[in-house]
């Protein structure tokens, strides 16, 4: 099981934060890798269950389903469901949490999925570097800062 974590810190208010990456079908709003995104069967994007189709800038399609949002903890948990990775079930979590002493937010982005292991390494950096951190680096540019 190949494993992935990367964290962050931005510089806004976790609130803040959290409303520009809550919504499951809002990632084109905010992740520079994804051109268009919308939820199938036309559910609520908050609903448990609601899968996301979207396309990358690039053209691939990716369809994943939430499997768990709290906006108490500021968390979003989800599976992908197809992928042009040559990866298999894989299930991540996004995380926000408050940093008190300067009103800014620590971010946390996980996964983990099973892979031929020759492949791991590249889509261990895939994910970390270019999806992940991608993601960070975009929502620090957003409020401010990075």
């Known amino acids: 099981m190949a494993r992935v974590y990367t964290s962050s810190v931005i510089n806004a208010a976790a609130a803040r934060v959290w409303e520009r990456v809550r919504g499951f079908n809002d990632l084109p709003r905010w992740h520079p890798l994804i051109r268009d995104s919308r939820i199938e ?5 908050d609903k448990v269950g609601c899968i996301r189709n979207f396309n990358l800038q690039n053209g691939d ?3 994943e389903q939430l499997l768990g949002l709290s906006d108490y903890d500021m968390f979003c948990t989800y599976s992908i469901l197809i992928s042009p990775m040559p990866l298999e079930d894989y299930i991540a ?9 300067t009103d800014g937010t620590f971010a946390e982005w996980s996964a983990e999925f099973s892979c031929d292991p020759a492949d791991e390494d590249d889509l261990v950096n895939l994910v970390g570097t270019d999806v ?9 540019r957003q409020f401010g800062g990075g």
Request: charged content about 25%; proline content about 8%.
């Open 41 to 45: 069967d036309a559910l609520p994007a």
């Open 132 to 140: 992940f951190q991608g993601g960070f680096d975009a929502l620090k």
């Open 93 to 101: 979590t996004l995380r926000l949490t408050p940093i008190t002493e």
């Open 61 to 63: 399609n990716i369809r």
